[in-house]
């Protein structure tokens, strides 16, 4: 969507409040030895508070509030009672809602506890590279500029991309216009980022290889045997500067 007034912008700024806090508070509840059915019940019920309803449900009748993936999952985990986390656990969470017409789009990866595994140096090079991204938006940026750096700044850190994975439009619905925001540089794409425009950018950082492969659950999506991704989102509003981060929590970025 693009904003076109202030009680547009006051809808997109409430409902991306209500993503942001319940990312925030997921992750702050998460804990060794509960289910991710159990933290994705939390998330349902912080939603709800907001007068807020999931948005994954909603659009395409998603078996879970919110996306929680674990360990080698890169996106689109289904909570469950049966995965429980662990100490050193790589979990990401992905939190989009729809409220009074308005919809956002905020997720995060996270290690559990202590970095037992070393995943926090992949953790916090997706975090960066999503500021980084979102720092060179602008009116008039072509979006596969944008792509490029995302790759770019993967490859001096070592790591790859996940090619099949977007951030894409949002704000009147889950997904609209543009539907393809590439982690990497795209040719073919000649569209731009364009004022007022809101868009959900996001970040798939991997140890190993490009390609997210759909499970047999029909949901969750893998990579590459032993590799390891981390995610991060922002829904944001396009200007002629510094772009508007509508998932900061009380001005500070969630992730």
Not at 19 to 48: I, K
Not at 106 to 123: P, T, Y
Not at 143 to 155: D, L, S
Request: glycine share 10%.
């Amino acid at each position: 969507m693009s904003i076109t007034s202030q009680a547009e912008l006051l809808g997109m700024q409430q409902a991306s409040e209500a993503v942001a806090v319940t990312l925030r508070s997921m992750r702050e509840f998460a804990r060794p030895g509960m289910s991710t059915a159990e933290l994705d019940e939390y998330g349902r019920a912080l939603l709800e508070r907001f007068g807020a309803k999931s948005a994954p449900k909603l659009t395409y009748g998603f078996p879970g509030w919110t996306c929680i993936s674990v360990n080698n999952e890169i996106a689109h985990g289904i909570p469950s009672a049966k995965t429980i986390l662990q100490e050193g656990d790589l979990v990401n969470v992905d939190v989009s809602a729809e409220l009074d017409g308005f919809w956002a789009d905020n997720g995060g990866s996270f290690v559990l506890g202590r970095d037992l595994h070393q995943h926090q140096q992949l953790v916090n090079a997706s975090s960066d590279i999503l500021r980084i991204a979102i720092a060179n938006i602008r009116d008039g940026v072509r979006i596969a500029q944008v792509g490029g750096i995302i790759e770019t700044e993967a490859r001096k850190r070592g790591y790859t991309v996940i090619r099949n994975l977007t951030g894409h439009g949002i704000g009147r619905g889950l997904h609209e216009e543009p539907h393809s925001i590439a982690n990497y540089y795209d040719k073919y794409n000649r569209s731009r980022f364009r004022k007022n425009a809101v868009v959900a950018i996001e970040t798939f950082i991997s140890t190993k290889g490009n390609w997210a492969y759909e499970g047999s659950d029909g949901w969750t999506l893998s990579g590459k045997k032993g590799a390891y991704t981390a995610q991060h989102e922002h829904t944001i509003m396009v200007t002629d500067g510094e772009p508007l981060i509508f998932t900061r929590e009380n001005g500070v970025t969630a992730i």
